[in-house]
């Protein structure tokens, strides 16, 4: 990974061409565009707003080309453009100017509640619009499979899932995006500054207007259960943004002797199989730090 980092940063043309092309090899492997958007982070937080600008437009040049060889249109380079270019783009500005990966994540998570507004206000009804893909892509599945115990019906799954698909999307937009901004950081503090990034991410402590807000948000969800689904949308995207502090306040535990890596092993086992309820617990482990600083008593402990 270290070689790539430097080959990019050696040249505009080799940072333009490798952004297109991971974007394309995307589509075959999704993990690629998290490299495609760590680039154009790495390119930004290092050279500034104007290459940053410069590398994206070209590689939208680029990838347009490759599409329209391919599908005989330009709408997936349109597509990467506004959903993972330019978000990365600004967020890596964000940080590049302010030094602060808690209002990074903040404005991260204002992304992420955009999207959702935005879905409410193009659709009318947006659980009745997800609830309609859903039945349509589950039910022949669903229909050949034993459904689990209390679960009387594929439409009672369908309207389950139809009620939170919104957050869900708006929260994994929010997740690929701090993704590939955490992997062009890392590249940074390897190559100008070893180490920089593990002591950044070890500290990141989630801001206290943003913890106040998630759990204005959680109060909501729970009062509006059912009757308000946007509650629940909102809800779901500053949990997320919540739960990354509180993934890092773990790794600090276990850095200064309050665990073994084991538990870390087992924490992201745990985030694959129980991902909803993972999250929620670091993201209230990540509140109560905001406001006791938990590091602190980490740290006495380990003296």
């Given at each position: 990974m270290k070689a790539l980092a430097t080959f990019v940063t050696r040249g505009r043309i080799q940072a333009m061409v490798l952004t297109a092309i991971f974007a394309v090899l995307?589509?075959?492997?999704?993990?690629f565009s998290y490299v495609s958007g760590g680039i154009i982070a790495l390119i930004t937080l290092r050279k500034g707003a104007t290459e940053g600008l410069l590398i994206t437009g070209v590689a939208v040049l680029i990838m347009?080309?490759?599409?329209?060889?391919?599908?005989?249109?330009?709408?997936?380079?349109l597509a990467y453009l506004l959903v993972v270019w330019l978000p990365i783009l600004g967020l890596s500005l964000v940080l590049r100017r302010t030094v602060s990966l808690p209002l990074t994540l903040s404005v991260a998570g204002l992304l992420g509640i955009l999207v959702v507004l935005g879905i409410y206000?193009?659709?009318?009804?947006?659980?009745a619009w997800w609830r309609d893909i859903l039945t349509k892509f589950f039910s022949d599945a669903l229909s050949q499979t034993e459904l689990p115990e209390g679960i009387s019906s594929v439409a009672e799954i369908v309207d389950v899932m139809a009620q939170m698909m919104t957050g869900i999307i708006a929260s994994a937009f929010?997740?690929?995006?701090?993704?590939?901004?955490?992997l062009g950081r890392w590249w940074q503090a390897m190559l100008y500054n070893p180490g920089?990034?593990?002591?950044?991410?070890?500290?990141?402590?989630?801001?206290?207007?943003?913890?106040?807000?998630t759990v204005l948000f959680i109060v909501l969800a729970m009062v509006g259960s059912g009757s308000m689904p946007i509650a629940?949308?909102?809800?779901?995207?500053?949990?997320?943004i919540a739960g990354i502090p509180g993934l890092a306040l773990m790794h600090d535990w276990v850095a200064n002797g309050g665990g073994n890596v084991i538990f870390l092993v087992?924490?992201?086992?745990?985030?694959?199989?129980?991902?909803?309820?993972?999250?929620?617990?670091?993201?209230?482990s990540a509140v109560i730090d905001s406001w006791v600083d938990l590091r602190k008593y980490f740290k006495k402990s380990s003296v």
């Open positions: 995307s589509l075959i492997l999704p993990p347009g080309a490759l599409s329209m060889m391919m599908f005989g249109q330009m709408a997936l380079a206000a193009a659709l009318d009804d947006p659980v929010v997740v690929s995006l701090i993704f590939s901004l955490f920089g990034f593990k002591q950044e991410f070890f500290s990141l402590r989630l801001d206290r207007t943003t913890a106040a807000l629940t949308d909102l809800m779901l995207v500053v949990v997320t087992i924490l992201y086992v745990l985030l694959l199989f129980a991902m909803p309820q993972m999250t929620a617990a670091l993201a209230i």
